[in-house]
């Protein structure tokens, strides 16, 4: 039961109002290239974020607008700005910290929003029965190589929207010597 793995650069997830105040009103983003799963992609945009300790340039911006705003980021990086980032699930932002994202037109401080991804595995429904796991399941992802690991606690997020790859922060990923596309073993627990 193999699927890949790529590792998930730092990056930032726009409200539409943000985009208009960082970048000029009426702006949108535009597409550099398209990610893995279906609709969404890197923008050309970037940002620069301060924290309290420190900062971080020219993170990527993925589109599209989503609901609100949203900066994913490692360990590594949580310590480098000086707050502290949980670990958590896409979307799951209540009772995080805040930071300032400044972009060409215009700075935002936002309240809440920043987070350690937890690792997890995007999967269609086809592929879900295929392994024979469900939306929110947690598994063990076992990593062959020089550096090999066992994963565990990796989340399932099952959609007929999604394809299949796990997702890893580049933390995790240099951890294990990952490389993109990677082929790894899904342990049911």
């Known amino acids: 039961m193999n699927l890949p793995i790529a590792m998930s650069n730092r990056h930032i997830h726009l409200t539409v109002e943000h985009i208009h105040t960082l970048f000029g009103a009426g702006s949108d983003l535009t597409k550099s290239k398209d990610l893995s799963q279906p609709g969404q992609y890197a923008a050309n945009e ?25 900066i994913e980021i490692s360990l590594t990086d949580s310590f480098s700005l000086g707050v ?3 670990v958590r699930d896409s979307g799951d932002i209540a009772n995080t910290p805040g930071v300032k994202i400044v972009g060409p037109n215009g700075e935002v401080e936002i309240t809440e929003g920043v987070i350690v991804a937890a690792r997890h595995i995007h999967m269609h429904t086809t592929d879900a029965e295929q392994f024979g796991v469900q939306d929110k399941d947690h598994v063990m992802i076992k990593v062959e190589g020089e ?3 066992v994963f565990d606690n990796v989340l399932i997020r099952v959609s007929p929207k999604y394809a299949l790859e796990m997702h890893v ?5 240099n951890a294990a010597a990952v490389k993109n596309g990677q082929l790894v073993e899904l342990i049911k627990k």
């Open 46 to 70: 970037k940002v620069d974020i301060y924290g309290p300790k420190g900062a971080l340039k020219g993170v990527r911006v993925l589109g599209p607008a989503r609901q609100a705003t949203q």
């Open 84 to 86: 502290k980032a949980p």
């Open 169 to 173: 922060d580049t933390d995790e990923g």
């Open 147 to 149: 550096r090999g690991i």
